[in-house]
């Protein structure tokens, strides 16, 4: 029990340091993307593009979403990872944040672009 409560507040914790506890797509994006682009979204110089201010985030959502179903050069296929709920909040997320733009997308895009791609 007091176990469970350690490990509770740890987590809880890790959620509110990334400053944005009440985005879901925040602590979504620090387990499945930054390990790569990083929590502050610049990513690493010759290894992991920035996504800060990056045309691909505020552009068109079929090419995000399949970027991340998919995967491309470098980057991993997250299909079998993510849900289509998941990859909602994320998107959400990162164009809300940095000073990217863009507006939300539908579960119903991801859906169709998972169908599409037979993932
Ligand atoms: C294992 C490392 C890794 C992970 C995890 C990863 N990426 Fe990437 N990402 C990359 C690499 C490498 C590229 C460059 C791909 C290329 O060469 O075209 C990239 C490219 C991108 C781009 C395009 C950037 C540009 O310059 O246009 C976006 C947007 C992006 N990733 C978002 C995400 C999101 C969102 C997640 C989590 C759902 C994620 N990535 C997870 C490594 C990763």
């Known amino acids: 029990m007091m176990l469970l409560r350690t490990i509770c507040s740890i987590s809880v914790l890790m959620v509110a340091s990334l400053g944005h506890a009440a985005e879901p797509g925040a602590a979504k994006y620090s387990l499945s993307c930054a390990a790569c682009h990083q929590l502050n979204g610049k990513g690493i110089p010759r290894a992991f593009p920035s996504i800060v201010g990056a045309p691909s985030i505020s552009g068109d ?34 164009r809300g944040s940095w000073g990217n733009n863009g507006d939300p997308v539908a579960v119903e895009e991801v859906a169709a672009e998972r169908l599409a791609a037979k993932l």
Do not use: W
Request: charged share 20%.
């Open 61 to 94: 959502s079929k090419n995000l979403i399949n970027l991340i179903l998919r995967g491309r050069g470098g980057m991993p296929p997250l299909a079998a990872e993510l849900t289509d709920a998941d990859i909602v909040a994320i998107i959400g997320y990162i």
